[in-house]
């Protein structure tokens, strides 16, 4: 079983940048694909990157070149830098994995970019 505690999100006017991190519990950390997803009012989840556990990243087409996945398997973290950011960028944003068939979500982290 794995706990993810997200941080770092916030308020940003469009353009601004934000960096959030996804901590993990668990000593599988550096065996398992870790995703940042996200969701807007009225819409579905959706994935914005996704990072293999030998560091193969993967972007939602709207975010790329913008927003950089990376992992750190000594301190169990995921971050995602999102750079140039933009009003529709404004979601709740969440971490995922999969482990055996069972997602494990985190409570999600607030971003909001004003225009």
């Known amino acids: 079983q794995v706990q993810l505690e997200e941080s770092g999100g916030g308020l940003v006017q469009a353009g601004g940048s934000l960096r959030l991190s996804c901590a993990a519990s668990?000593?599988?950390?550096?065996?398992?694909?870790m995703g940042w997803y996200r969701q807007a009012p009225g819409k579905q989840r959706e994935l914005v990157a996704g990072?293999?556990?030998?560091?193969?990243?993967n972007y939602q087409d709207s975010v790329k070149g913008r927003f950089t996945i990376s992992r750190d398997n000594s301190k169990n973290t995921v971050d995602l830098q999102m750079n140039s950011l933009k009003p529709e960028d404004t979601a709740v944003y969440y971490c995922?994995?999969?482990?055996?068939?069972?997602?494990?979500w985190g409570q999600g982290t607030q971003v909001t970019v004003s225009s």
């Open positions: 995922k994995t999969r482990i055996l068939s069972t997602d494990y």
């Open positions: 668990g000593s599988i950390f550096s065996f398992i694909h």
């Open positions: 990072i293999s556990r030998g560091g193969a990243t």
